[in-house]
């Protein structure tokens, strides 16, 4: 591959000179292909109401040298802006870096046979690793600044949880003012204190995410609040960027497959997005294909896919992954794109299954929030089904740290199921405080 140019990013320093640079960064319509600049808050067709693609031009190779240069020093540590040649061309000081991304790819054969694939095909890409603990920040850092570029004052998002804790830190760097709504119950307790601990204004309203999101894109449609929830093309242009590295990390081989959770579908939308854009460019030379999980009390998309993409209908949520608690998932469009790109699958996975998922890679000394596992989880019921091959290679993605959900963890290994602990669960053993009862305890452990 030749023929690469290097593309330094940009400044603000001259106001003309950022506006003139946000102009030229396009956003179309899936719908109905209409073109608008960047130079405003989009996150809907004004002429159709379609969601909307951030356009890259790729009419040239990119080579893994053509990485990493050049970057500015707000964005110098980042493992998002160092893909720069595949993301849109903001102005750099407008860039809100927190050296998000750089996060682990794991290898672990005791998860591998756990999905039923043979030992070394399997890695997870562990974004519970970014700043605040999931996936979210590398999305942020791309919205927010494409915010504070346009001069937008406030940023809001719905959340069940971790978009919310990921946008308050962002707007803080920022020194955005920032509004959150979320679910008035069933709100992991740790992302909510994130959230809280970084100033955001939090807005707790009777009804679930979707009525949420809902409600709040009426208030962005009114006043001049910048939305970054997935419908925002903007911050789906830095989760692409998760699939960017992972390849990367594994040499621009790609795997097999890739399983992901399924919750408002904006990393499906963001990947198939991804692959194909590294694909144009001669990074990759085929491409993986998605498998979405979604837990069975929150499936629409997989319901949608079992109809061959003919009936749509959106449910009413119930999930102990809260992460992935959402009935109408707003970035469904474009997650179809990614698999009928990809050649994917969209399945199902019960709670149970979830949790012993993350059981499983909890004691794998990994750990993920609940919603991560599903990547886990849906990969094994795949292989079981014949869908996957134990011999074919699969990244599952992690999308939040373990403490994002400290209460899934206690209540998976200190509450019984009928009357019984739960496969995996482990319990603390009560003894007395003397030596011997110390001594059979060791003696316990090291013979099993």
């Known amino acids: ?75 110098r540590h980042s493992g998002v802006w160092r893909y720069w040649p595949l993301l849109p061309h903001l102005p750099g000081d407008a860039i809100v870096s927190r050296w998000e991304g750089n996060t682990a790819l794991y290898r672990d054969d005791r998860l591998a046979r756990y999905a039923g694939l043979t030992d070394g095909s399997l890695q997870l890409k562990h974004e519970g690793q970014n700043p605040t603990g999931s996936f979210k920040d590398r999305g942020m850092t791309v919205g927010v600044s494409h ?79 910048y939305l970054v929830n997935s419908v925002n093309p903007f911050r789906l242009e830095g989760q692409k960027t998760i699939i960017f590295e992972m390849l990367e990390q594994r040499g621009w081989e790609a795997p097999d497959w890739i399983t992901l959770p399924g919750g408002n579908l904006g990393n499906t939308a963001a990947f198939g997005k991804a692959i194909a854009e590294l694909h144009q460019v001669g990074l990759i030379d085929r491409m993986p294909r998605l498998a979405v999980i979604q837990a069975e009390g929150a499936a629409p998309f997989a319901a949608y896919h079992a109809s061959g993409f003919e009936e749509y209908e959106p449910v009413e949520a119930d999930t102990v992954a809260t992460a992935i608690k959402i009935g109408d998932p707003a970035s469904t469009p474009r997650a179809r794109r990614s698999i009928e790109v990809t050649n994917g699958w969209v399945t199902t996975v019960s709670d149970a299954e979830i949790l012993d998922a993350k059981a499983a890679i909890d004691r794998a000394g990994i750990g993920c929030e609940p919603a991560s596992a599903a990547s886990l989880a849906g990969l094994r019921r795949l292989t079981r089904e014949g869908v996957v091959r134990p011999d074919e290679s699969a990244v599952a993605l992690l999308t939040g740290n373990i403490l994002k959900d400290p209460d899934a963890v206690t209540a998976y290994h200190f509450d019984d199921i009928d009357g019984e602990p739960r496969p995996g669960a482990n319990r603390p053993i009560r003894v007395a405080a003397e030596l011997s009862a110390l001594e059979r305890v060791l003696s316990d452990a090291l013979h099993g």
């Open 1 to 75: 591959m030749t023929g690469a140019v290097e593309t330094p990013l940009p400044s603000t320093a001259d106001g003309s000179r950022s506006r003139d640079l946000l102009a030229q960064v396009v956003v179309r319509c899936m719908e109905c292909g209409r073109r608008d600049d960047g130079t405003a808050s989009r996150t809907s067709c004004a002429n159709c109401g379609g969601l909307l693609d951030v356009v890259v031009p790729l009419d040239r190779q990119v080579t893994p040298d053509d990485l990493g240069k050049d970057l500015p020093e707000t964005a």
């Open 147 to 225: 915010a504070k570029a346009i001069g937008a004052r406030i940023v809001a998002c719905a959340s069940t949880g971790n978009t919310s804790a990921s946008l308050a830190s962002y707007a803080a760097a920022a020194g955005m003012a920032s509004l959150v709504l979320v679910p008035a119950t069933k709100i992991a307790t740790g992302k909510l204190a994130q959230t809280v601990a970084y100033g955001a204004t939090v807005v707790q309203i009777d009804g679930d995410f979707d009525r949420a999101l809902a409600l709040l894109r009426e208030l962005t449609a009114a006043y001049d609040v």
